[in-house]
C-alpha cells in the first residue's frame, strides 16, 4: 500500500464511510474503493458483497489472488435524552468502541456539567440529526420517556436503517407508543424492530446496570446481524 | 488543531509515523483457520525501531512478525507468513489455540 491510498483510507474511515481495500497478493500493491465513489468494474461486485458481509477474504480476479480488506464506519450510539442512564452509557460506550452523543432540548437535563467530554446537543431532535445524520451504522437510544421528544428520531431511525433502535418505557408505555407511531404511518414489521422495553433482560436496576444492559442489546445486534441490510439475522 | 491520534487505531497511527519520516510496515491477518485468536483484516503495525500497535493474534506470533517487517522495510518485497501448530516454526512461535493464520507484511511506500 502507497501512502497515498493509506491516507486516503483513513479519510474515508474519518468520514464514516465505507471502504475496501484491495491488496494484490503478488506486488502488494493496493487499490481503494470507497462507499459512493467510482470504483473499476471489474471489482464493483466483490466490493458489494464485502460492504453486506462486512467480511474481509481473499478474491481470485483475473487469474490473481487480492486480499480485500473492509472497513465498515465505527458504530456509533446516538442517545434521545441527557438522563441518568445516559450518563452511565456515555461512561461505558467509548471503552466498547462505540462514538456516543446525547441529544436533548431540556436544557437542564443537557448541561456541560452533567456530561463532561460528552458529545452534547441541546436541541430538539429534528435540528440534532441535520447535524449527526442517522445512518446503518448508528443504534438509536431513546431514553426521554417524552413522546414529543423521542418519536420523531424512532421514526427517523426506522427510516434510516439504524443496526438497533431501543425505547425505554414499561410494555404499556410502549404499547401507547406502538400506537402513536402506527397512526404516523408506520408499518408493523418496522415498528417491530424497536427494541422495548430497551436493554436485555438482565433484571438491571440502578442506572449504571441499565446502561449495561442497553450497551450489550447494542453489541448483540451490532454482531448479529447483517450491518448493512438489516434485517437478516446472522444466526 | 490537530486531533491526537488514537493508539488502538493502527491505520491512523501508521500514517502518523509516516507523517515523522519513520519507515512503516503493515502486517494484516489475511486468512484463518480453526480457532484465530484475530479476524481476518486485522491489522499490526510496524516501524523501523520495532515500535508496533495493534495485533494479528492474542500475542502468540506477534515477535516474529515484526523480526520478519524488519527485512520487509529494507527490501520492499511484501511477504505472506504462516502461523500455526503444523508450521516447523511452531517450537519458538504458534498459536496456542491451534489455529493457523496467514498474514501479509507489507511496507508503507512513498
Known amino acids: 500500500m502507497d501512502i497515498a491510498t493509506l491516507q486516503a483510507l483513513n479519510a474515508a474511515r474519518a468520514g464514516r464511510r465505507a471502504a475496501v481495500v484491495f491488496t ?12 459512493g465513489e467510482r470504483c473499476p468494474d471489474e471489482w464493483v461486485d466483490a466490493m458489494a458483497a464485502a460492504l453486506r458481509s462486512g467480511k474481509a477474504g481473499i478474491i ?7 486480499f480485500l480488506n473492509v472497513y465498515l464506519p465505527p458504530p456509533r450510539i446516538l442517545v434521545v435524552g441527557a438522563v441518568h442512564i445516559s450518563q452511565a452509557l456515555a461512561r461505558m460506550a467509548p471503552s466498547t468502541g462505540f462514538d456516543l452523543t446525547v441529544v436533548d432540548p431540556r436544557t437542564a437535563f443537557a448541561t456541560a456539567e452533567r ?10 431532535p429534528e435540528d440534532a440529526l441535520k447535524v449527526r445524520p442517522l445512518d446503518r451504522f448508528t443504534a438509536l437510544v431513546a431514553v426521554t420517556h417524552d413522546p414529543k421528544i423521542d418519536d420523531e428520531p424512532i421514526r427517523a431511525a426506522l427510516a434510516a436503517g439504524c443496526f438497533y433502535v431501543g ?4 410494555r404499556k408505555t410502549h404499547a401507547s407508543r406502538v400506537e402513536r407511531l402506527r397512526r404516523l404511518g408506520l408499518a408493523d414489521d418496522a415498528i417491530a424492530r424497536i427494541k422495548a422495553p430497551i436493554g436485555l433482560d438482565i433484571g438491571a436496576a440502578s442506572p449504571a446496570e441499565i446502561a449495561v444492559a442497553i450497551l450489550a442489546e447494542i453489541i448483540e445486534a451490532l454482531r448479529r446481524r447483517d450491518i448493512m441490510y438489516g434485517s437478516e439475522e446472522r444466526r | 488543531m490537530q486531533a491526537s491520534i488514537d493508539i488502538l487505531d493502527p491505520l491512523a497511527v501508521a500514517e502518523a509515523w509516516v507523517g515523522e519520516g519513520r519507515r512503516v510496515a503493515i502486517a494484516t491477518v489475511i486468512e484463518t483457520w480453526g480457532s484465530a485468536p484475530r479476524p481476518v483484516g486485522s491489522h499490526l503495525v510496524i ?5 508496533f500497535e495493534g495485533s494479528v493474534s492474542g500475542g502468540c506470533v506477534e515477535g516474529a512478525v515484526i523480526s520478519e517487517a524488519a527485512d520487509i522495510l529494507d527490501t520492499g518485497k511484501p511477504r505472506i507468513l504462516e502461523f500455526g501448530v503444523a508450521d516447523e516454526t511452531a517450537w519458538r512461535v504458534g498459536l496456542s489455540c491451534g489455529g493457523r493464520i496467514r498474514v501479509l507484511v507489507e511496507r508503507i511506500g512513498g
Not at chain 1, 425505547?167 to 414499561?170: E, W
Request: proline share 0%; glycine share 18%.
Open chain 2, 47 to 51: 516501524d523501523g525501531a520495532g515500535n
Open chain 1, 115 to 124: 456530561f463532561a467530554g460528552v458529545e452534547l446537543i441541546a436541541e430538539w
Open chain 1, 167 to 170: 425505547a425505554l418505557g414499561s
Open chain 1, 60 to 66: 481470485v480476479a483475473a487469474g490473481r489472488s487480492f
Open chain 1, 24 to 35: 494484490d497478493l503478488e506486488t502488494g500493491q493496493g487499490h481503494l474503493c470507497v462507499e
